[in-house]
């Protein structure tokens, strides 16, 4: 139960940090490049932003990977991952200019094989991994919907902050209910101490 905490915490911090940044692409971009900016970047930016946001993801696994004491395949899958996006970069901006070279950034995501090999190491099965299938793809769904809307539609910053206030309460009722299962198991295993 608290490594489905600690994963939906780094969901709500790399994809709820992602889609603050797609949203507020264009007004980030203005203040950083000023004269430079183009709108053509705002595409870029958002797209960089959403594959940042699901690698990041891959933060749970690292952790978990360096406490069971894997700090050597931790070490092999990043400079693997790092490796092949770098090729990929420079190989795809030499076709395709600057989107390229965001779209190259996408083969860093490799190092989600962390995230999906805790789950071994941490003993979680399939049974318990499908009853919080929800608490996992949720987010994601919400996360790509509300991202790809962004990058397809001139959305108003109303709609983006509304789009944002959603998407942190479709987290937060995910928050809720795994702390009140937690709290329910506690309480079961309370009473149960209390009737022997």
């Not at 900016?37 to 958002?46: D, L, M, P, V």
């Not at 891959?58 to 092949?84: D, E, P, R």
């Amino acid at each position: 139960k608290s490594f489905l905490k600690v994963f939906v915490l780094n969901i709500t911090v790399s994809f709820g940090g992602s889609l603050f940044l797609i949203c507020f692409s264009e007004e980030i971009l203005i203040f950083f490049l000023k004269e430079n900016f183009k709108y053509e970047y705002i595409t870029y930016f958002s797209i960089l932003a959403i594959i940042f946001g699901v690698y990041t993801v891959s933060v749970t696994g690292h952790y978990t990977h360096l406490g069971f004491g894997k700090a050597k395949k931790v070490m092999y899958v990043t400079i693997i991952s790092g490796l092949i996006s770098v090729i990929a970069i420079y190989i795809l901006s030499l076709n395709f200019g600057l989107l390229g070279a965001v779209i190259g950034n996408a083969f860093y995501a490799l190092v989600l094989v962390l995230l999906i090999d805790s789950f071994r190491l941490l003993e979680i099965n399939k049974q318990q991994f499908k009853s919080n299938i929800y608490n996992l793809f949720i987010p994601l769904i919400t996360y790509i919907l509300f991202g790809t809307l962004y990058i397809i539609y001139d959305i108003n910053i109303t709609f983006r902050i509304i789009l944002l206030i959603i998407f942190f309460l479709i987290l937060l009722n995910i928050n809720w209910k795994l702390n009140s299962k937690r709290n329910e198991i506690h309480n079961n295993k309370y009473f149960q101490k209390i009737r022997s």
